[in-house]
Every structure is written in structure tokens, then in C-alpha cells.
């Protein structure tokens, strides 16, 4: 099974919120780990959910939101991590 | 003929919509009136808040205004005391969102000709620019700000009130309301790019308030879930008739919205309001296991079509609970027409897998019509009309729109309005089932968007002859979002979308641009959407 890095969540993520990015002139390199995507209005609840279900789909696991502090689940560091760490036991 | 409802209505329609808060605040005066992100208010508390509110409005607002006043807050107290103050002081409310671009809620302020705002401390960042804004002398009321006086100094020519100013709750001076007129007044996607406001009137409210309490059975010990913006009119349902019957309206934070299941349970919910997509992610993610929300009573879907496998999934997590789908355009204020859920015999009913939208509530009259506004025969597809109590007054200055879209159809005396949804008019047997749009309009995530608007939008901005603007990935319940076509290449893509990014809300900003040399047409020489959407599936996706 290959190994999904912070690296590869974190560039998925960035991807998928391009449009986004690009509206607010954010570049990806500019989105420092404790970004909040969420509070920085870059998309709203739904938009969250929506990129969850599409990064479960991508590397085939399920985010557990009873063990994601939902402070962290919005900040681009924390949940990349998360999802990381998912994968990891996934494959295992 | 058209078809007589069903349903039936137990109690006559009280008058301002306001009118059941201040009963039950009486009645209820220490029962919770909103939790509001971890902030209780009683009845008492909330009446106190919003009587002083509307005091100050009565003294302070600038002559030369409209009837209405603008509620600049979200999901804070300041929100739903603004609303009740508003009302109290005989004006309608203008529910503004900070998360819209400030363009837009500035379109939204002026075509309203409001001269008072209530804001609370979140919105106050895009206050600023609105007080530069505008020439005309506001009352701006600030009731979580103690310090206003950077903002006195900075703008002289508007009346700033701030905590310690606000006119004491008793001297409130009732206002007489007349049943037609404005309760709130609501923006809504308009197909040339200017947002239209809807003008729902109190008595429109008051027919739907008071066949839903009725029908679900509210009492003091009921929950509400405020899963709904205000600048959505099914946030109304939440409030009105929650406090019709002395129960709580539970509001949370956008992060708690992330994980709905959680809400319920720690909320304690016992009527759950909410556009089908949430239910359609709260499945995809796992959150809807069989018997996980037995506190709801009742759970009801609007906005959107619901798919049948969220109904009968949902009702499987909320076994105490009845699955209702409503259907209903802001137009015909909230909700006209609902269906309930009835596990083994709801399925077969279902047209493409989605819930039918079933009976209009009492009053209403549903008359399904060919594009000659001709009725067309039982189990046939055509344009859904409806007249009644819950029909609003029209847009607001816009008697061209209005008559548009509020007609007397051939042979009929009472006012219609279109819906512009193609629904199959029901036979003898079968329940009424919604099929599409029949203009361009879709939604994404429950909200209403014009393709139109976005296209006339698109070419503004980019400055092209030719755009278009298509919901993708065609989702059960409308699209995900939205993928451009625009003809020829004077402008870089991203700079197009920064410009779309400042006038349209977040969902109805396209995700990608696609540059073409030249767009498809079809035989009619009509631009082809259908292959554009076809390029889409042959795209990679992002």
C-alpha cells in the first residue's frame, strides 16, 4: 500500500480549493498550517463537508469527527495530519 | 379546476408575526427562548433586548426611510433580538449576511432604502465601508459595542448608538401592524444581476406559522435546530414557529454545523430543519447510524429535492422521529406543499429517486399548467402555479418582475405565482412529485442560483459577447457548483474569478473557468449546454 503523506493531503486539499485561493489572491505557498478555513471565510460548513467526503474518497478512508477536535477540523495543518494518520492505519 | 388542499387547519391566523413571541414570552417569561452558540436568553431576556432595540429604533431612525430595517448580524443574540425589534417597531426586517460580498449586501442595503441597521460585533468589519457608502444619514445600533466614539467622530453624519445608549425596554411603544404589511424582506438570485428582494407580508407568515405549529404540535419543550442563515427564509420556520409555542431556537457556530450529529445529541433536538444536503453528507461520512437521534420528533427537509435514500436513512438515525419533505419557493413563503415519509410505501412513490413534494397546505391551490398557463390533465408534467394565503405581495419595487411572475391565469380570479418548477400534476392516486427547473435556475447546496445572473456577471467581468454558466457535477438535489465557459481569451481566468468573487456569494462563484475559441451551438444555433456539460465529463477533475 503506498504511504499518503501530510504532503500529498495538503496538496490535494490546496487543489481542490483553488478557485477559492485564487479569488482571495492567496497563493498555495501563502497558507501557513494554522490556516482556518473555516474563519477565514475561504468556504462555509458545507464547503468543509464537502472537501472531507471528496479527500475520503481520494485515499479511501473515513474521518472519525468523534477524534478530530472540531476547533482543529477547519485548520489545514491539523487535519491534514489527521488524515495522514488515517491512512497509516487503513493500510496497516 | 385547480387543486383544493388536503390538509387541514385547525386555529385562525393571529396578526404580526411578532405576536406569538410576546404571548409566550409572557407565558414562558423563564423558558429559553435561542441558545445561541453556548448563549441562553429566556423569553424575558430576549423581549427586554428587543423591546429596548425597538425603542431606539422609534426614537432614533432617520426620517425619509422605508418601512424596513436591516438586521446586519448572524448567528448572535443581536440577530434574533434585531429581528423581534424590528418587528416590534412596525417595520419589516432585511436580513444582510457578512459572509455575502460587500457589493452585494451594499445592492441589498440601497434597493431597500433602509436608514437603521442592527449589527452585531462580528459584522461590524464591513461596517465601515458601509458608512462610507452611503450618502443618506443612517442609525447604525451597535448592542454589543460599549465605545463608539471612533465611530461618532469618523462619520458625523450618521446617528451611532452603541450599549449604554439604547433606550430602556419600557419605553417601548407598541405599533399597530397591519396584516399586509412587510415582515421581512428578502433577496433572492435575480437573472439580470440585480438581486430582487421578495416582500413576504406578516399575514403570509401567520397562515404558515399557524398551520405548521398545528400540524407538528410545538409545545414549550420543544427544540429547534437553526441550521439556516437568516438571508435564507427558511430560518423563519426555525424562529417563528418555535416561539409561537414558547420553545427554543438552538443556533451554533459554523464549526458545529460541521458535525451535525453532534448538534443534535448535545443540543438536544426535537424538530430538525435542513436542506437535504446535509443529510446527503452526514450519510456519505458515516454520521447517520440507525437509532443515533432518538430526541427528534420530527425532521423535516426543504430547499432542494430530497433524495429517498436520505428520507429513509434519516428516519432509520431518528427512529422517534416523522421525515416530512417541504417544498416551497420564498415566494410562497417557506414552505407550500409537503409530503411524509412512510417507510414501505413511500419508495414506490418516489419519481428518480426523489421524495414527492406531495399535498399544498390548507388555503393553497396548486394548478400545474402547459406554457399557455393551460391546466394540463391528471398525471401530465407542466409548470407549478400556486394561490392562496401564502402568496407573497411581490418584489420589492419591481412591478415589472411582479407581474411577471404573479398571474392571473385564463378563467381564474385569484393571483398565481410561477414557480418556475416542473412538477408531474398528481393523478388519483399519487402524490404531486417535483421533476426540474423549467428556466435555468439551479441549486447548489438548497440556495437558488441564476445561471443568468451568473452568465450576464461572467460577461461583464470577462468582457466577452458569449458565457456560460453550468451546475456541475449534476447532483440528485441540483449541482455541486458551478464550471464557466467563456468565449475567447482577453482575460485571465483567475482574473475573471477574483472579479465574479466580489458580487456573487461564495456557491455561485464558478470553480473553474474554461477559456474556448468558440462555444458549441446547437441546430437552433442556441449555445449547446448539453455539450459543454458532455466536456465537463471528459475533463479531469479536480
Redesign the interface.
Same mark, same amino acid.
Given at each position: 500500500m503506498k504511504v499518503i503523506s501530510v504532503e500529498d493531503v495538503r496538496s490535494l486539499v490546496l487543489?481542490?480549493l483553488?478557485?477559492?485561493l485564487?479569488?482571495?489572491?492567496l497563493g498555495a505557498e501563502e497558507i501557513p498550517d494554522n490556516f482556518d478555513l *473555516?474563519t477565514e471565510?475561504l468556504?462555509? #460548513?458545507?464547503? /468543509? *463537508?464537502?472537501l /472531507? #467526503?471528496e479527500v475520503?474518497a481520494r485515499f479511501g478512508i473515513?474521518?472519525d469527527?468523534e477524534e478530530l477536535d472540531?476547533?482543529n *477540523?477547519?485548520v489545514i495543518g491539523p487535519f491534514c495530519r489527521h488524515i495522514a494518520e488515517k491512512s497509516l492505519t487503513v493500510n496497516r | 379546476m385547480g387543486t383544493a388542499s388536503k390538509l387541514s387547519v385547525a386555529n385562525a391566523p393571529s396578526r404580526g408575526i411578532h405576536e406569538g413571541f410576546l404571548r409566550s414570552s409572557v407565558r414562558y417569561a423563564h423558558r429559553p427562548a435561542v441558545e445561541v452558540r453556548g448563549t441562553m436568553l429566556t423569553y424575558d431576556e430576549l423581549r427586554n433586548r428587543a423591546m429596548s432595540l425597538a425603542a431606539s429604533l422609534e426614537r432614533a431612525t432617520p426620517p425619509g426611510g422605508t418601512p424596513l430595517t436591516a438586521v446586519f448580524a448572524r448567528r448572535s443574540t443581536t440577530a434574533y433580538s434585531g429581528v423581534l425589534a424590528a418587528l416590534l417597531a412596525g417595520h419589516g426586517y432585511v436580513p444582510l449576511n457578512r459572509?455575502f460580498p460587500l457589493e452585494r449586501t451594499w445592492a441589498m442595503l440601497q434597493r431597500s432604502g433602509c436608514r437603521s441597521l442592527i449589527v452585531d460585533a462580528e459584522s461590524e468589519l464591513r461596517l465601515e465601508a458601509i458608512l462610507d457608502l452611503s450618502e443618506e444619514p443612517l442609525l447604525i445600533i451597535l448592542p454589543e459595542r460599549t465605545d463608539t466614539s471612533y465611530l461618532r467622530s469618523r462619520w458625523s453624519r450618521h446617528t451611532i448608538l452603541g450599549a449604554s445608549d439604547l433606550e430602556p425596554a419600557g419605553n417601548f411603544e407598541e405599533k399597530p401592524v397591519s396584516p399586509d404589511s412587510i415582515a421581512y424582506l428578502l433577496f433572492t438570485s435575480g437573472s439580470t444581476g440585480i438581486p430582487k428582494g421578495v416582500m413576504v407580508a406578516h399575514q403570509n407568515v401567520a397562515h404558515f406559522v399557524s398551520f405548521m405549529t398545528d400540524r407538528y404540535g410545538i409545545c414549550e419543550y420543544d427544540r429547534f435546530s437553526q441550521t439556516f442563515d437568516m438571508t435564507f427564509d427558511l430560518s423563519a420556520f426555525d424562529m417563528f414557529v418555535a416561539w409561537e409555542r414558547g420553545a427554543c431556537v438552538c443556533c451554533p457556530s =459554523?464549526? $458545529? &454545523?460541521?458535525?451535525p +450529529? !453532534?448538534f443534535i445529541q448535545d443540543a438536544k433536538l426535537t424538530v430538525w430543519f435542513s436542506v437535504p $444536503?446535509?443529510g446527503v453528507?452526514m450519510k456519505? &461520512?458515516? +454520521?447517520l447510524k440507525a437509532g443515533q437521534f432518538p430526541t427528534l420528533r420530527w425532521s423535516l427537509f426543504c430547499g432542494e429535492p430530497l433524495p429517498a435514500e436520505i428520507a429513509e436513512s434519516w428516519s432509520r438515525a431518528a427512529p422517534n422521529s416523522v421525515v416530512e419533505n417541504l417544498y416551497g419557493p420564498t415566494e410562497l413563503t417557506i414552505a407550500c406543499c409537503l409530503y411524509r415519509w412512510q417507510a414501505g410505501k413511500s419508495e414506490e412513490q418516489c419519481l428518480r429517486g426523489v421524495v414527492p413534494i406531495g399535498d399544498p397546505f390548507p388555503g393553497m391551490d396548486v394548478l400545474v399548467v402547459d406554457e399557455e398557463l393551460r391546466e394540463v390533465p391528471p398525471g401530465k408534467d407542466g409548470e407549478l402555479l400556486m394561490a392562496g394565503p401564502q402568496v407573497a405581495l411581490g418584489y420589492w419595487q419591481d412591478p415589472e418582475k411582479t407581474a411577471t411572475a404573479f398571474v392571473l391565469p385564463p378563467g381564474k380570479n385569484q393571483t398565481y405565482y410561477r414557480t418556475g418548477d416542473r412538477v408531474r400534476r398528481p393523478n388519483k392516486t399519487g402524490p404531486m412529485c417535483y421533476l426540474g427547473r423549467v428556466d435555468h435556475q439551479i441549486k447548489i447546496?438548497g440556495h437558488r442560483v441564476e445561471l443568468g445572473e451568473v452568465e450576464s456577471l461572467l460577461r461583464q467581468e470577462a468582457g466577452v459577447d458569449a458565457a456560460v454558466a453550468i451546475g456541475w457535477p449534476v447532483t440528485v438535489s441540483g449541482a455541486?457548483g458551478i464550471e464557466a465557459f467563456v468565449m475567447g481569451n482577453k482575460l485571465e481566468p483567475?482574473t475573471i &474569478? =477574483?472579479r &465574479? !468573487?466580489r458580487k456573487l456569494p +461564495?456557491?455561485a462563484?464558478?470553480?473553474?473557468i474554461h477559456l474556448l475559441s468558440e462555444l458549441p451551438l446547437n441546430p437552433n444555433g442556441k449555445i449547446d449546454r448539453g455539450k459543454l456539460a458532455k466536456l465537463l465529463g471528459d475533463l479531469p477533475q479536480?
Open positions: 487543489e481542490k483553488q478557485p477559492w485564487d479569488a482571495k489572491g *473555516l471565510g468556504i462555509d #460548513s458545507m464547503g /468543509i *463537508l464537502q /472531507i #467526503s475520503e473515513t474521518v469527527f472540531p476547533e *477540523l477547519t | 459572509t =459554523e464549526k $458545529t &454545523l460541521i458535525n +450529529a !453532534k $444536503t446535509v453528507f456519505r &461520512l458515516g +454520521a447546496q455541486g483567475q &474569478l =477574483e &465574479l !468573487k +461564495a456557491y462563484v464558478p470553480r473553474r479536480f
